[in-house]
């Protein structure tokens, strides 16, 4: 192959050689052929020749495995000028294959060169191969070899150009995940947050959970606000992951506390809850949830600059109301009749209810139940030996006999002096009666 001495030197007007900064990183050409003088041509006809401004760097190898070694270790080799034929006739053919297949690198460009063209005959070649062109020796006058590299190299180039937009879309993807999750925006029917609007929203059933610290006013006080916001990412960090394995989503964060919403079973909820409660005690720390089932509003608010999704009803104030009694009755999960229905056995048989509670704004008083399948095991054995007494005085209680569930309370108090549930209601019941009288 002997170019011509004009072939060496007459480049289109657009692609004259221009001079190059110092510091311009060269584009990587690795030229894969048994025959040095096709080194030497292919590096006298690419001199001086320079793609938005880079020049050119040319490596030579004289066999296909010198060549998987080199791609390996440089993942940024923009094209691969390839003979066919070296150590066997299909050396070159196996080796764009490996590349496409075994390395999977689908960007560099292969140009496969051959002097044999009746061993691999074009069109089969570029039918069955992953390769950007296939030139016969003889045909590769200087120019012709400079003008193929160049179109490679902007094929190179604009592949690069592409996926590097595909990461990027990628990552603001995810950035836009952790402000608006993706499974609130399939609520909505939109794929993504571009799709969604000011102003949509869906009403359904979901079952809300409200999570509050214990406390955690007073530690603050006595921390800097640099440990007290790496002591709150720790918890978050602790405590989100359960509510993400049984498929809910944070609407919000609340200071020290959270709103998370669960569109399938309330079980879901229940079962967070309770993986929260272990988790925040390995922090040292103790929480308070509240569990409640009912039709929400879902939807996204704010205006044109900024928005974020919300959960707008009056399940989530009975929610957090719910959790508010937790501290009252010194329990760490109480749930309403809504959620206690909806439960399995399993759990089930370690709730007891603690009596009704009239909120404001409801008409009816909301009955409440604790799980205490996460409490210690001493105190969870307790529970379970007084759970049908529980029982019966809460009934009593329901029913007005307030002194019938006072006598029975009383009996359960003084046994298990622990549990400061029964303490409250058995003051409720004197409360009652005396309001009576």
């Known amino acids: 192959m002997t170019p011509h001495d004009d072939d060496l030197v007459q480049f289109p007007a657009d692609d004259e050689p ?129 003008t193929t590299v160049l179109g490679a190299l902007r094929s190179y180039r604009d592949l690069v150009a592409i996926a590097e937009l595909h990461r990027r879309e990628r990552v603001l993807a995810a950035a836009c995940a952790r402000f608006v999750p993706e499974r609130l925006l399939a609520l909505l029917g939109r794929s993504d947050a571009a799709e969604a609007v000011l102003g949509d929203q869906v009403e359904r059933e979901m079952t809300v959970l409200v999570v509050d610290q214990r406390g955690f006013t007073d530690r603050a006080e006595r921390q800097t606000t640099r440990d007290t916001f790496a002591a709150l990412n720790r918890f978050f960090a602790a405590i989100v992951p359960p509510i993400d394995e049984q498929r809910g989503v944070v609407d919000k964060y609340l200071g020290d506390g959270l709103i998370a919403v669960f569109p399938d079973s309330p079980v879901h909820a229940v079962r967070a809850g309770l993986a929260i409660i272990a988790r925040a005690r390995d922090l040292g720390v103790d929480v308070g949830i509240g569990v409640h089932l009912g039709p929400v509003t879902f939807g996204l608010v704010g205006a044109d600059g900024r928005m974020q999704s919300t959960v707008v009803a009056e399940t989530v104030q009975l929610a957090a109301h719910v959790e508010r009694l937790t501290r009252r009755f010194d329990v760490a999960l109480l749930v309403t009749e809504a959620v206690h229905a909806r439960l399995p056995p399993e759990l089930a048989g370690d709730a007891r209810p603690l009596g009704v509670s009239r909120t404001a704004g409801k008409r009816r008083p909301a009955a409440v139940f604790e799980v205490f399948s996460a409490d210690a095991p001493a105190l969870r054995a307790d529970k379970r030996a007084t759970r049908d007494a529980v029982v019966t005085a809460v009934r009593a209680m329901a029913e007005w006999r307030m002194a019938e569930a006072e006598q029975v309370l009383a009996g359960l108090t003084v046994e298990y002096p622990g549990d400061l549930a029964l303490a409250v209601l058995r003051e409720e019941c004197r409360r009652h009666r005396h309001a009576v009288s």
């Open 18 to 146: 221009v001079p190059v900064p110092v510091s311009a990183q060269p584009w990587k050409i690795l030229v894969v052929d048994d025959d040095q003088e096709v080194h030497d041509i292919t590096r006298l006809a690419l001199a001086g020749l320079a793609v938005d401004g880079r020049p050119v760097a040319l490596r030579s190898l004289h066999s296909a495995a010198a060549a998987r070694d080199a791609l390996a270790a440089e993942r940024d080799i923009g094209v691969v000028m390839l003979d066919v034929v070296m150590e066997s006739d299909h050396a070159g053919l196996e080796l764009a294959r490996w590349i496409r297949h075994d390395l999977g690198d689908s960007h560099v460009r292969i140009v496969l060169r051959t002097g044999q063209p009746g061993l691999a005959p074009e069109h089969k070649v570029m039918s069955d191969y992953d390769i950007h062109d296939y030139r016969d020796k003889t045909e590769l006058t200087a120019r012709r070899l400079a």
